[in-house]
């Protein structure tokens, strides 16, 4: 049966969670899925790095990351080296999970470029390499015959990307419109409790929900970057990030909030695209006080949703988690299923 080869880029809580499945679940992953997967290498900025062409223990590596030991311990290096590591090894595909500049997607951008140069398949869910480079780096995967995935990049480990992609065959997608951070949703959810925009914050921080600075998520960056990928990938839209509007939920004030409240409406941080007459594309992201009978109204907490129109079954509507480790970490074991389900229709067609 088929074993693939994989290096973790980043050993953070996603591919620590991959990491996770395997070593606890890897016989009922092969037996339900049809091939194993094995991890021959790891790079983390704290740990270094650590190659194993044999394969690695993963019970040692998940026990390092709380004191001051690193890889060197158990024959890899303090060091970490992305591209000599994503160059040399022995891995089929490389799961790149690390962070990401929202300005030029580094350092993500390189270590996908790096993969797929040298062969490799590459399943990533960060947003940057995605929105800003994706169009490069599906021709690059390509002409180098291999994969480049990226699910777990708009809603964790909710499909979709590859849903529309698969199950809207035969309708035409005119646009659509989504929730697609749970950061903001939460703060607008707890603003209409009575919290002010300060006091919701820091609640959604104190439940890790929103980062130290949360301005990636308040102001809409992330959104906007979720859009992008969206458009892009369904409406074949050919934007650039500078061609998405966005406005964040700072200016909504608590005023507001009642104010809607009254008139039946609720507050959501929408991102959204639609297809024009002419064939352009016109996408943003700003607030929008929804009718509550709106499909999306009633998403809330952390929850996102996406909402396609279409042509012949008007709103079809996607919902479920927008982050999480577990959630994400499966975005990246979807994206190998994709990958082996090509490969192997592909055997079976020759």
């Not at 690059?140 to 698969?166: C, D, W, Y």
């Not at 970490?329 to 190998?336: P, Q, R, T």
Request: hydrophobic share 40%.
């Amino acid at each position: 049966m088929t074993t693939y080869d994989i290096a973790l880029i980043g050993f953070g809580g996603v591919n620590r969670t991959l990491a996770e499945l395997i070593a606890t679940r890897g016989e009922t992953l092969h037996a339900d899925l049809g091939f194993g997967l094995r991890v021959v290498a790891i790079t983390d900025l704290r740990l270094g790095s650590l190659v194993q062409p044999e394969g690695i223990d993963l019970s040692i590596a998940l026990k390092l990351g709380g004191g001051s030991e690193t890889f060197a311990e158990h024959g890899g290096s303090a060091d970490t080296n992305n591209e000599s590591v994503i160059r040399t090894c022995t891995a089929d595909i490389i799961c790149e999970a690390t962070f990401t500049n929202p300005d030029d997607g580094e350092p993500a951008v390189s270590h996908v470029r790096w993969a797929l140069e040298s062969g490799k398949s590459v399943c990533t869910t960060n947003k940057g390499p995605v929105a800003l480079r994706g169009a490069e780096l599906t021709s690059l995967a390509e002409q180098n015959g291999v994969h480049f995935e990226f699910e777990g990049a708009v809603m964790s480990g909710t499909p979709v990307i590859r849903l529309a992609k698969k199950m809207f065959a035969g309708l035409k997608l005119k646009g659509f419109e989504g929730i697609l951070n749970g950061t903001s949703n939460y703060v607008l959810g707890r603003m209409e409790t009575g919290l002010d925009f300060e006091a919701a914050i820091s609640e959604a921080q104190e439940l890790g929900y929103a980062e130290a600075n949360p301005a990636a998520d308040i102001e809409g960056y992330d959104v906007q970057l979720k859009v992008l990928i969206l458009a892009n990938e369904l409406l074949d839209a050919g934007l650039e990030l500078k061609d998405v509007q966005r406005q964040g939920i700072s200016t909504v004030t608590p005023e507001n909030i009642r104010k809607a409240a009254r008139e039946g409406l609720r507050w959501k941080l929408v991102g959204s695209a639609r297809r024009n007459l002419d064939g352009s594309v016109t996408a943003g992201v700003s607030p929008v006080a929804l009718p509550l009978d709106h499909g999306l109204a009633g998403v809330s907490g952390a929850t996102n949703a996406v909402s396609f129109d279409t042509d012949l079954l008007g709103p079809v509507t996607v919902s479920g988690p927008g982050a999480g480790r577990v959630e994400t970490a499966y975005a990246l074991l979807s994206d190998i299923i994709a990958m082996h389900a090509v490969r192997t229709g592909a055997a079976a067609n020759a």
